[in-house]
């Protein structure tokens, strides 16, 4: 991961190359989404798309980032699970039958 990075890893723990690891992956990801954007924009048809395609669209770290958004937003559940899993000691596998999660 630190060659990847383009660090000497000794004085850094785990998480730092992960957290740098993701950083550079998200930025070579902005080049692709951009290329991806483009190439899009030459065989849209105006009739069907209006809007043009941006990178936002095809950046996979902001599509997931923005599916777990509206996930938390929409899919909120009560405090019922909680009390399931920390109260009554209900295992994962029972925790989902019973609330479908």
């Known amino acids: 991961m630190a060659g990847?990075?383009?660090?000497?890893?000794w004085s850094l723990s785990l998480a730092d190359l992960v957290e740098m690891n993701e950083g550079r992956d998200r930025g070579l990801w902005w080049h692709t989404a951009s290329v991806e954007a483009m190439v899009a924009n030459t065989v849209r048809d105006p009739k069907k798309r209006r809007k043009p395609w941006?990178?936002?669209d095809f950046h996979v770290y902001?599509?997931?980032?923005r599916q777990r958004r509206a996930k938390a937003k929409h899919g909120?559940?009560?405090?019922?699970?909680?009390?399931a899993v920390f109260?009554?000691?209900?295992s994962k596998d029972q925790v989902s039958e019973k609330f479908g999660v």
């Open 4 to 9: 990847f990075v383009g660090v000497v890893p």
């Open 54 to 56: 941006s990178a936002i």
């Open 62 to 65: 902001e599509i997931s980032d």
């Open 76 to 83: 909120k559940l009560d405090i019922s699970i909680l009390k």
């Open 87 to 90: 109260v009554d000691g209900l």
